[in-house]
């Protein structure tokens, strides 16, 4: 009989708590969902249902305009701030220091502040652009079908861009100043450098941001509910949202249980599919 290793005798614990704690939650999860209220197991027939419901395209189609709005545009601003914080100029401490604070204020903190400041009657933002003129009416930014999700995407990305700086400002401690000095004796400026320098340096660093940018998306749900709870007229209403209301507003957890198994399933696509094209970019370039 063989000697069980110390190690997993160590480790046995931890996979016991963390099977309790994942896979009991996913089993049941899935239980749920092929069996109705009473426990008689239904088949697809919480399926059926929550996919011919109406709502289930719009959040499924706000929710890729949620996620791809709010990481690319977090991207993009997190590595320019990281790139223009890395550089030397007075003050530089202070600035890093300030860049963090959204991403520290709490989550419902920042979505209420959010709500009054784009309040149509009393907000700032409001006040901001009619006092110059810059517009000549108050904006209904909560409540216009052509505002609403913009103005959450808005919040998330600048709830969540200093992440991406922090992350991108450390990956570029770690770039060899010889790298720099050979791209000024070939004549480089500095957007010569940070195209051919610095953005293929920290790639493995954006890659790896990207993605646990692209899983927060998906399972966030506090500035939009906080806010306009999926309204008006489920123009902000996303997947996770509808699996909330079907759950605890309409409670049909066995509905929302199967629709939580097709959003599970959708996710560990867009992940794997994700990760398959980094690896093949990342084998490339080697």
């Excluded at 189609?61 to 914080?85: D, F, K």
């Excluded at 100029?89 to 784009?118: D, K, Q």
């Amino acid at each position: 009989m063989g000697r069980i290793s110390p190690g997993l005798l160590f480790a046995l614990p931890a996979l016991i708590v963390l099977t309790m704690l994942i896979a009991y939650p996913v089993m049941y999860t899935g239980l749920l969902s092929v069996t109705d209220q009473q426990g008689n197991f239904v088949g697809i027939d919480n399926f059926q249902r929550v996919l011919g419901a109406r709502t289930t395209p719009i959040a499924f189609t706000n929710t890729l305009w949620w996620v791809g709005g709010s990481v690319v545009l977090q991207v993009i601003l997190g590595t320019a701030t990281a790139i223009l914080l890395n550089e030397k100029f007075p003050g530089r401490g202070i600035l890093r220091s300030i860049a963090v604070i959204p991403w520290v204020v709490p989550g419902i903190v920042a979505a209420l502040t959010w709500a009054w400041m784009f309040h149509t009657e009393f907000g700032i933002i409001n006040y901001m652009l009619t006092a110059p003129g810059v517009i000549d009416e108050p904006i209904g930014w909560l409540t216009n079908p052509d505002t609403v999700m913009p103005a959450m995407i808005a919040i998330n990305v600048w709830k969540l861009f200093p992440f991406v700086s922090i992350m991108v400002l450390a990956g570029l401690q770690s770039i060899p100043k010889d790298l720099y000095e050979a791209a000024r004796v070939d004549g480089s400026n500095f957007l010569d450098e940070t195209w051919h320098v610095t953005l293929p340096q920290v790639r493995p660093v954006i890659v790896a941001v990207t993605l646990l940018l692209v899983i927060w998306a998906l399972n966030h749900i506090t500035t939009i509910y906080a806010i306009t709870r999926g309204g008006p007229a489920n123009l902000t209403l996303i997947t996770p949202i509808q699996i909330f209301r079907l759950a605890f507003e309409s409670v049909q957890f066995n509905q929302a249980a199967a629709l939580s198994v097709l959003f599970f399933a959708a996710v560990m696509v867009i992940v794997a599919i994700y990760i398959k094209v980094s690896s093949a970019r990342e084998e490339k370039a080697l």
